[in-house]
Structures are given as structure tokens and as C-alpha cells.
Nanobody, 126 residues
Framework: QVQLQESGPGLVKPAQTLSLICNVS??????????WSWIRQPPGKELEWIGY???????YYNPLIVGRVSISRDTAKNQFTLHLSSVTPADTAVYYC??????????????????WGQGAQVTVSS
């Protein structure tokens, strides 16, 4: 059973870059047809899909934040990382990593993914 765990700073200052790592166990991030996504939920708002990195290393991002986001991976450590630059208080949210097949891309329902992490609270504040 694949398990995901987010890790990173809980507090980030405005204008800085947020980096969150998703550690994966029980599956390989390079396994064929696997898609590894980041999703967030700001307080009082709905889930927002951020982007994915595929089993081949291809990436795709939400057009609304494409200029500030990147997702990278380390196959040796079996982890993938979210980088979000120039953060503002509007980026305060619980950040989740999740995995599924190609049908999960862009989706927001938990049952459309194979597995989700527990989530990591990130607050942007000076």
C-alpha cells in the first residue's frame, strides 16, 4: 500500500520560496503511469489543484499559479518536492501530496486518487 508524507516548514515569510517534500513508501515514483500531485486547501475555501510530476518526470501546473510553481523529484530518495515562489498570505493552506493514475490529473476528490498524504499546514506571515 502506497503511503505519502508531507514535510516542510510550517511558517514562511512573504516573498520567500516555500518548499515541501513528499516522501513516498510502498511504491516507486518512477513506476509506469504513476502521477504525483500537489493539492492545497486554504482556510475556509475549497481544494485547489496545484500540479503534478509524472512517472517520466514530466510536469504540468495549474495555469493560475504556473509562473510561481515548480515540482521536482529525487528518484533515489523516492520523493518529490513542491516549490512555490514569492508567497503571500493567500498561499496559507494545508498542502497535500497525492498519487493516482492519469485519470487523477486535475481532480479534487479523494476517491479519485490512490492515496493522499495527511497534509501539512503552511502559514505565510511576517
Amino acid at each position: 500500500q502506497v503511503q505519502l508524507q508531507e514535510s516542510g516548514p510550517g511558517l514562511v515569510k512573504p516573498a520567500q520560496t516555500l518548499s515541501l517534500i513528499c516522501n513516498v513508501s510502498g511504491d516507486s515514483i518512477a513506476r509506469a503511469h504513476g502521477y504525483w500531485s500537489w493539492i492545497r486547501q486554504p482556510p475556509g475555501k475549497e481544494l485547489e489543484w496545484i500540479g503534478y510530476i509524472s512517472y517520466s518526470g514530466r510536469t504540468y501546473y495549474n495555469p493560475l499559479i504556473v509562473g510561481r510553481v515548480s515540482i521536482s523529484r529525487d528518484t533515489a530518495k523516492n520523493q518529490f518536492t513542491l516549490h512555490l515562489s514569492s508567497v503571500t498570505p493567500a498561499d496559507t493552506a494545508v498542502y497535500y501530496c497525492a498519487t493516482g493514475g492519469p485519470e487523477s490529473v486535475g481532480r479534487l476528490r479523494r476517491d479519485e486518487y490512490v492515496s493522499w498524504g495527511q497534509g501539512a499546514q503552511v502559514t505565510v506571515s511576517s
